[in-house]
């Protein structure tokens, strides 16, 4: 009998309790509506959602650190410039396009990136804080975005514009349906990816991290090394979406790597809904897509209702919008795996197959 | 030695300037744990105020004397309505401040037609120091923002009222537990944050003119001076606005001003990855 | 009142059209639109409009001079139209914001040039701004591109056209004035980015051909409020004039704190070759008592020349207000475009690219904010006028005045 409740407890699966798990349907209503946009959009609008699935993409890998690893990162955009504009030089200079070389390498450089400056904020004698941490990756993005500003060889202020198209041999990836295609698989792949590291041992760590940092200290974990290698893995996503978005825009330019853009994916991600990475997703498509619509209907003041409907959404909903799909005990989540069978109440505690 | 007597007066009045804008934001991040990234905004409105009382052909000190209670008032209602529901989820208060600042801002810069205006300073003119030429209101900044700081720290330390709020502070579940009311600390303690801000706006306006993105050029120094200065106490933002408004102001005169922008931060930032708690390493973090 | 993007530039008969036009892009915003492949049906009309699109600033930082921009394309587009339009065509004007940021801005460009198929668009304002946009326009989009702000020069993209001041045609004659006047001994402060650099180092030339001395050039972040080391080299290497480029919002406690030093009280004089209307209200008058600028329109032109005072009269009725008709903003160098596309037009007798930039390539204007205005062939540039004023009480007076037109000798 204790076995069978400590048993459940551990891997108590909604479904048992009888209510749906909501996020899989989202997740998958998603999957289906996007993958079918492009045949019904006209190709500006097909251009303008796939530049947001590149920013939902970013915003991922916030919603890894923040959500799943309690590092409140305002420092993304800078993996993400960082990327982006190495790409362009790499365009610009050696005439590099190939989408084999070019995302892997965007992919790397936000690693290698990350990786230096997790190693600085989070390893070390004490453990950091998260406003250290915070504002240690603004100034990062800060630093990052006023050294491209001043600096010729990147372009300065006005960045490395003209940007050739993406190729895949002799085949130009050119933005439309193609592209949108490039970079919805990317974040499928990617969104897959981290799905199922949060659901596995890895991410069980994570959550006790997440839910009591010291316990989990205690019992053995290394979670500064599991801090780190979170904020590596979410630089490297960054930087993906970062050679991507070059490519896909043309140009790369400061902004790329700055403060505004660092704090908007924050905010697009909180707004969504953290520690669900659909939440994420759902907020930059929100955002975005009432951004669009508000600039032609609204002309002169849509950044002000942009930020009334922001404001009402967060005070009536502060988890953000995911909230408003999923119950609270859904969005924190179900960890690890489930049990192959559900133990049976006149077994004497055994489990495995039946 | 003339044009050391310059810089050090010109540091000194713009440290000033960056403690009178972080000293708000500071008590409220201390108090609240809300890191208010409307804040900016708050001077903005100060800023703001100055500008309409002027324009409306009154003399500029009055709109500065009133900049701080009408920004106050402003915060009051701020506070009631919207801040209050954050307390419990800080996170999302910054997703509803800034939500907050982009609307405030962007309705002013509708209402200022995107310009830059001009606001007179009070005084107007140079005194000659030491053979040094010093302006007046700039003087009057340091001043004043010294006066502030006494002032309030008298407030927090030697009446009552600033014993509750500091017991708010340091400790809020036992404060109410003694009986203390925190929503009235809190909504009174938001409020003279904002008053702070207001009166930053108010007596910088005629430095930097009246424009829209006044405030969020502040705000980036101001998480850092809270970070640097340490959360939790009174003197750790002022503290932390003072080095970094020093620093800024300073190191222009000693490195390339593109470089000295971008060392500040990296000097704060290695400093608080070596002392943790901040400057004033006293209170939570 | 604007309907959304579309102003009513066209005659009623227009309005089902129109209707059914926006049907169909509503339908395309909330993504449930008609795909790209599915051919409309062909509304044979004699009278079909030419389509111009505007991409300017019209919310964020810059958007004082974009709603100038705005608002002057409006003005001209009803008088062509009131005047029967080009060709016997109605325009039908098309305005997108570019938000002051560079990545929305692209975004809704690209609704110019695919959802509405405009025959050229005029827009930008920052040379970044134009970086980012001009690829969607120009290359990937296949549309005429005219710039019509004062910018640095060296943009030299086919199809691109620039009508607006280029530091030769900002320099040119009102830095040997500036000697001429006595200042000798020259400061270049200035913001860190592209066009500052650009105008420094042609300034700088002529500068030491004109007998004047370069004391110190140095580059400031943009953001910088704080100029008391500056002004301390200013005053201790007694420079006498500041050749400045430094933006809002630094500019204006610059100048300040170089006054309170006491520079203008020993004779010195400050020049800013971006400075106009708009900027007047930035500082006190006494502040900037005496500061030069050299552009192609101040709206004390007026004396000058009738056409100008007709221009800024119609618009001054049109949009009273804060907005104003002013050379910084890019908003005369906004009609200039406009006017010499649609003699290139006419010159061209239809809309096709190659056709129209052909014929935009020798344009000519004769009247315009400012004077006549003409393109130089090959180069995608446009001679103007210019005129050298100097702020007295907070307002300008013209104190000289170009011959003839200046070149903008670029590309």
Known sequence: MADESVASSAHRSVSRSGRIAIIPIVEVALLAIFAVLPLVLQDYLTIFVTRVLILALLALSFDLVWGYAGIMSFGQALFFGAAGYSVALLARDLGITSVFIVLPASLVIGLLVSLALGSFLLLGRHPPTTIFVALGTLTGSYAAERLARGWYYLGGQNGIPSIPTMTAGSYELVEGPVYYYLAFATLVLVYLLCRFLVRSQFGLALAGMREQEARIAFFGYRVERLKAIVFTLAGAIAGLAGGLYAFHEGFVGPNMLGVVLSTQIVLYALFGGVGTLVGAVIGVIAIEMVSFWLADSYQQVWPIILGLLLLLVILFRPTGLIGLLVSERERVGTFGRRPRTLPRADHEGQHGPA | ?285 | MDHGNADRGAAPTMSRRRLLQRAAWTAGAIATGVGSWVIRPDWASAAEPIKVGIATDLTGAIGYAGNANANVARMLVKDINDAGGILGRPITLLIEDTASNESVAVGNVRKLIQRDKVDVVLGGITSSMRNAIKDAIVARGKTLYIYPELYEGGECTPYLFCTGPTPAQQCDEFIPWLIKNGAKRFALPAANYVWPHKLNEYARKVIERSGGEVIFEEYYPLDQVEYSATVNKIMTNKVDMVFTTVISPGVGPFFKQLYEAGYAKRGGKLACVYYDEDTLNINAPHEIEGLASCLDYFRAVIHDDPASARIQAEYDKQFPGKILLSAGSGATGMYRGLKLWEAAVKEAGNLDRDAVAAALDHAKISEGPGGPAEMVPGKRHCKMKMYTAVAKGGNYDIVARSDGLVDPKTC
């Open chain 2, 1 to 285: 030695m003339e044009s050391a007597l310059n810089a050090i007066f010109d540091v000194l009045s713009f440290g000033a300037i960056i403690v009178l804008v972080v000293l708000g934001l500071g008590v409220i991040a201390s108090m609240m744990g809300i890191f208010n990234f409307a804040h900016g905004e708050f001077v903005l409105l100060g800023a703001y105020t100055t500008y309409l009382v002027h324009s409306a052909g009154l003399p500029v000190w009055a709109g500065m004397l009133a900049a701080p209670f009408v920004v106050a008032a402003f915060g009051l209602v701020i506070e009631r309505l919207v801040i209050r529901r954050f307390y419990a989820a800080p996170i999302a208060a910054m997703v509803g401040t800034y939500a907050l600042g982009l609307v405030i801002r962007e309705s002013v810069r509708g209402l200022i037609g995107g310009l830059y205006l001009f606001v007179p300073e009070p005084i107007v003119g140079s005194l000659s120091i030491a053979g040094v030429q010093v302006s007046q209101w700039r003087l009057a900044i340091v001043i004043i923002t010294a006066l502030v700081m006494v002032g309030s720290y008298l407030l927090l330390t030697r009446t009552s009222f600033g014993l509750r709020v500091r017991a708010a502070l340091e400790n809020p579940s036992l404060a109410r537990a003694s009986g203390i009311s925190t929503s009235a600390i809190y909504a009174i303690t938001f409020a003279f944050g904002a008053a702070l801000a207001g009166l930053a706006g108010a007596l910088v306006v005629p430095v930097f003119s009246l424009f829209a993105d006044l405030g969020i050029r502040f705000l980036i120094q101001g998480f850092l001076a809270v970070m640097l200065g340490g959360v939790g106490t009174f003197e750790g933002p002022v503290a932390g606005g003072a080095a970094i408004g020093v620093m800024s102001a300073a190191l222009p005169w000693a490195v390339a001003p593109v470089l000295a922008d971008v060392l500040v931060f990296v000097i704060a930032i290695v400093f608080v990855k070596l002392r943790p708690g901040g400057l004033i390493a006293g209170g939570r973090v």
